[in-house]
């Protein structure tokens, strides 16, 4: 089916933190992850709205959507009943915070990689079908690769003016979709940031 568009819902939505090591553990699920990128990227939609673009039953999503709702990332957008009813997001977007304790540790790093498969399974399909992309699609699309000796401190404050960047100049594209110009479409971004060797034992930076 045609990708549906994004309805307006006013002001972007604020980036939201997660903490607790159970709502962690809760959105590590598939469906569920699904589910977020789905309405996240197109706005509110039924759990059969749903259910059809992810591949899911509307019994399944319903079951999900219920699930999200509870740890309060989706809520009723109004109108409907039963399976009929709308579900949006209450925030766009997510930081995964997590504590000094191993628990939140392995919940995060659980999470993270299940997101991070799903990101990486688009970045193949693109891969394996871009020729049928307009040229200047093709060329348009970037691959990256930087090497350089920073901090902490300093990666830190990178990944952050990085974030600031992409959030103030493109985000209310997300929610409003008058603010797009005319031949813009959803592209995907992934930046990431490790260090390649254990950091000098004689500072903390």
Known sequence: ????????????????????????????HPVRIAL??????????????????INESPT???????????????????????RARPWRMRSIGMRIMTGEDSASELAAEAFVRLFRERVFGRYRLWLEGRGAYPR??????GENQNVFYLTANELEALNEELAEI????????????????????????????????????????
């Open 60 to 82: 399944t999503c319903s079951f999900h959507l219920r699930q999200l709702a509870k740890y309060g990332f989706v809520e009723e957008a109004g109108g409907g009943r039963g």
């Open 1 to 28: 089916m045609p990708p549906k568009k994004p309805a307006p819902t006013g002001s972007p939505l604020q980036l939201r933190e997660v903490t607790d090591v159970q709502t962690m553990r809760a959105l590590t």
């Open 36 to 53: 977020l990128e789905t309405l996240s990227l197109y706005g509110p939609m039924t759990a059969t709205e749903a259910g059809e673009r």
């Open 136 to 141: 200047k699609w093709r060329k348009a699309a």
């Open 166 to 205: 992409l959030l103030s100049r493109y985000r209310e594209r997300l929610t409003d979709p008058s603010t797009r110009p005319p031949g813009a479409t959803l592209v995907e971004m992934l930046v990431l940031s490790y260090p390649i060797e254990p950091p000098p034992k004689d500072t903390e930076a």
